[in-house]
């Protein structure tokens, strides 16, 4: 079984500052990683993922995450945010033998100040 | 446009008051399953379907029912809600399993409230 640890349910940030949302992930067997996205009132998008080769990914609106296996965490990061990036984030892990079963973490809930 | 479509958005209903929120996806996806999300829990699967016909519960089933007749459509059922089923309600669609490069497409969700 697989379980993801988002420690951090709410991170308050000022506009243009840089931020990190952490995520640690447990499982017996190797995994692919993922960040959603959830902006109010819809459903969620795909941020980034990991599932092989370089361990830093970059994905969409200026965000990047790092794949660390030793530290098993996959920590979302974004030098300068905006206030639209006001949302929830969620991470989540699939089993890389097989199965699409999506487990997440708890969310974390990303709040930019003017 | 790739979408998930959900309906309704929002529902209040009453205590075992049968209803059916549907879900439909135009991408021809095999995997769909349904999500409850629920303040510092985050999402927890309810049921999921692999291809038509076959459904498989998920962490949380009790209480739900879902069926697979089509390929595109995966309704979820609540055949007697409780106020513990208050919550949100996304359904999602992806590629088979398997297939490494997996994205889930999630609907806009359904607020549910039984009262």
């Known amino acids: 079984a697989q379980s993801v640890t988002q420690l951090d349910s709410q991170v308050p940030v000022f506009e243009e500052a840089p931020v990190e949302l952490r995520c640690n992930y447990s499982s017996s067997v190797s995994v692919y990683l993922f960040w959603y996205v959830q902006y109010p009132n819809q459903g969620l998008q795909l941020l980034l993922k990991?599932?092989?080769?370089?361990?830093l990914v970059k994905g969409i609106n200026g965000f990047e995450a790092e794949f660390n296996k030793s530290q098993t965490s996959f920590h979302l990061r974004k030098p300068s945010v905006h206030i639209s990036d006001t949302a929830e984030y969620f991470c989540?892990?699939?089993?890389?033998?097989?199965?699409?079963?999506?487990?997440f973490g708890t969310g974390t809930q990303l709040k930019v100040e003017l | 446009e790739a979408q998930v479509t959900q309906n309704p958005r929002y529902l209040i209903t009453v205590t075992g008051k049968k209803l059916t929120v549907t879900c439909s996806q135009n991408?021809?996806?095999?995997?769909m399953s349904w999500y409850r999300q629920d303040p510092g829990l985050g999402l927890r699967q309810i049921y999921y379907s692999m291809n038509v016909e076959v459904t498989d519960k998920g962490d949380v089933p009790e209480g739900y029912k879902v069926s697979r007749k089509e390929k595109r459509n995966f309704p979820l059922i609540l055949e007697s809600p409780s106020p513990n089923q208050t919550s949100l309600y996304f359904c999602?669609?992806?590629?088979?399993?398997?297939?490494?490069?997996?994205?889930?497409?999630f609907g806009q969700g359904t607020r549910l409230t039984v009262v």
């Open positions: 999602a669609s992806s590629l088979s399993r398997g297939v490494p490069n997996t994205e889930a497409f």
């Open positions: 990991y599932l092989s080769g370089s361990t």
């Open positions: 991408m021809n996806h095999e995997y």
């Open positions: 989540a892990v699939i089993p890389t033998g097989g199965g699409n079963k999506l487990t």
